[in-house]
């Protein structure tokens, strides 16, 4: 199996959605009112307090990895792909998702109305937010470089406002979702130009690890009682940075298992896309059809069914349309568009040789 890609990056994008997808399924289980264990709680807090801004970071890593966006053509034409790439994703699977939740209203755990899904172009739903801030980001800090050309004056802007953000709540969730996430990105660009073999450091990474033990430990128990803004902003980015790490390493020590193990992250992080816009379809549908048709309420078998068919069922999913190029339209849409391109090019009839 061939990656194009760093494959840390696959298998940490890999262990990072494993862990956001076990927790949709214990949130779940406490908004359908089944189980609600003290564990969930811990388990949310420490997966919150690093995947997302994770995900920010290797964004940002693999952004550092293209060509510099020097020119506003060069802009122009990227963030047209990024707009298609992420916004044909977002309002797809968002209007599927939403669908689905209408339809079966009475079974699930919440409903969506026709106003939320009117807002979707200033106000996403469900996970789908992720996609809706990183196009945001990409089509913002592409134009910060072009116009300062200063990658030290953007990344103090940029914490600037991650430290601001808690003061300057504004409620219009693109400019509050960047001040808070575009942060996150730009370190993991400032991570492959500046250190990366930070993450194939092992040593390093056991060192950030044990912080992040200590933080998380320390927060869980004591967050409650800071109140103060400023200080919680220094430890939520902390936990983000040090976790993230902590991700990279426990990843690196599945990885070097065996490989069986290192394989399965693999296959998982190829399809981690997928398993991002679709695993919430599946783990609800097993869940209503044991406890509402079947009356079963087993837990350690709700959270096998579910653990299996959120992460399976989009990597089927996945397989298929990578079979079948329309499909991959709604996951990669450039990628088909693209292909299809390259194949009406070599279909095309030769007219020198006639």
């Given at each position: ?51 997302m801004p ?44 939403s ?55 953007i ?51 056991a ?28 430890l ?26 290192r ?26 059809v ?51 391109k ?13």
């Amino acid at each position: 199996m061939e990656y194009s890609r760093e494959e840390w990056i696959i298998r940490t994008k890999a262990f990072a959605i494993l862990l956001v997808v076990t927790v949709h399924m214990f949130r779940g289980f406490i908004s359908a009112n089944m189980y609600n264990y003290s564990s969930f709680k811990y388990i949310d807090f420490t997966v919150d307090s690093f995947a997302m801004p994770l995900f920010f970071i290797l964004s940002g890593y693999l952004y550092a990895k293209t060509k510099q966006i020097d020119s506003f053509s060069k802009y122009k034409k990227i963030s047209f792909n990024n707009i298609l790439n992420l916004g044909i994703p977002y309002f797809v699977f968002t209007l599927v998702q939403s669908t689905i939740n209408i339809i079966l209203s009475s079974k699930t755990n919440g409903t969506v109305s026709i106003i939320n899904l009117l807002r979707i172009p200033i106000v996403p739903l469900f996970q789908f937010w992720f996609l809706y801030t990183l196009l945001i980001i990409f089509l913002i800090i592409p134009l910060l470089e072009i116009l300062l050309k200063n990658k030290y004056i953007i990344l103090s802007i940029l914490i600037i406002l991650k430290f601001a953000s808690p003061y300057l709540v504004t409620n219009i969730f693109l400019i509050d979702s960047f001040c808070d996430y575009a942060f996150y990105f730009y370190i993991g660009k400032m991570l492959y130009l500046k250190n990366k073999t930070l993450v194939t450091n092992n040593l390093a990474l056991a060192l950030f690890s044990l912080i992040y033990i200590f933080l998380n430990i320390l927060a869980y128990t004591k967050f409650i009682y800071i109140h103060n803004k400023f200080i919680s902003s220094i430890l939520e980015i902390a936990l983000s940075l040090t976790g993230s790490l902590f991700a990279i390493f426990v990843t690196s020590l599945l990885s070097t298992i065996n490989n069986f193990i290192r394989n399965i992250l693999n296959i998982i992080g190829k399809y981690s896309f997928h398993i991002y816009l679709l695993h919430v379809i599946p783990m609800a549908g097993i869940r209503i059809v044991l406890s509402k048709i079947f009356k079963i309420d087993n837990f350690a078998l709700h959270t096998a069914l579910g653990l299996i068919l959120g992460v399976s069922i989009p990597i089927i999913a996945g397989y298929i349309a990578y079979k079948i190029n329309i499909l991959n339209f709604f996951f990669y849409p450039t990628k088909y568009i693209y292909k299809t391109k390259e194949s009406s090019i070599k279909t095309m009839p030769n007219i020198n040789s006639q």
